[in-house]
T-cell receptor
Framework: NAGVTQTPKFQVLKTGQSMTLQCAQD?????MSWYRQDPGMGLRLIHY???????DQGEVPNGYNVSRSTTEDFPLRLLSAAPSQTSVYFC???????????FGQGTRLTVV | QQQVKQSPQSLIVQKGGISIINCAYE??????FPWYQQFPGKGPALLIA?????SEKKEGRFTISFNKSAKQFSLHIMDSQPGDSATYFC??????????FGSGTQLTVLP
């Protein structure tokens, strides 16, 4: 079973470039989320979705956009990359908000 | 503002010892408290979770202790093994809300 799949695993961007981090899940979960993980900061919620067509902001949404056109996919877009967005990004999905969250393996992004 | 405070940041324990990680929260509306385990290069995975209607939950060598009045909860790993070496995150949430994570504890169990 694939679970939650994130691509790419590694990415280097130049300041000002844009890119999309892909996330797909095959468990038919309604809830999907994007987190960033920074040393000493834990996992911070960027954006989340409670179903296709519904998205909302988390704790640190600035500089990121999301959309949810299907149940399976939840891409995260960086509009104009900044060095402060250097981080490890995790996508997660769950049956409900308080259900077990299944995480992807992460995307390590470096902005130079 | 960190809603879930986790300590210590790092922990070194001898094989067979007890590992204890503590978390404290402020939001009394939180009603679900999971712990996640993360190995290097992997995403976090659910380890064990508790709701505030019980004071303790045990699954194998892992136990959550919950103190509602103090707004604290902790993870105890009994008979710690080198394979338990990982980063542990406590988290909290309230109904229909997303998870709020602590800052993480890097556990090293020495052989």
């Amino acid at each position: 079973n694939a679970g939650v799949t994130q691509t790419p695993k590694f990415q280097v961007l130049k300041t000002g470039q844009s890119m999309t981090l892909q996330c797909a899940q095959d468990m038919n979960h309604e809830y999907m989320s994007w987190y960033r993980q920074d040393p000493g900061m834990g996992l911070r919620l960027i954006h989340y979705s409670v179903g296709a067509g519904i998205t909302d902001q988390g704790e640190v949404p600035n500089g990121y956009n999301v959309s949810r056109s299907t149940t399976e996919d939840f891409p995260l877009r960086l509009l104009s990359a900044a060095p402060s967005q250097t981080s490890v990004y995790f996508c997660a999905s769950s049956v409900r908000a308080q259900g077990e969250a299944f995480f992807g393996q992460g995307t390590r992004l470096t902005v130079v | 503002q960190q809603q879930v405070k986790q300590s210590p940041q790092s922990l070194i324990v001898q094989k067979g010892g007890i590992s204890i990680i503590n978390c404290a929260y402020e939001n009394t509306a939180f009603d679900y408290f999971p712990w996640y385990q993360q190995f290097p290069g992997k995403g976090p995975a659910l380890l064990i979770a508790i709701r505030p209607d019980v004071s303790e939950k045990k699954e194998g060598r892992f136990t959550i202790s919950f103190n509602k009045s103090a707004k604290q909860f902790s993870l105890h790993i009994m008979d710690s093994q080198p394979g338990d070496s990982a980063t542990y995150f406590c988290a909290a949430t309230q109904t229909a809300r997303q998870l709020t994570f602590g800052s993480g504890t890097q556990l090293t169990v020495l052989p």
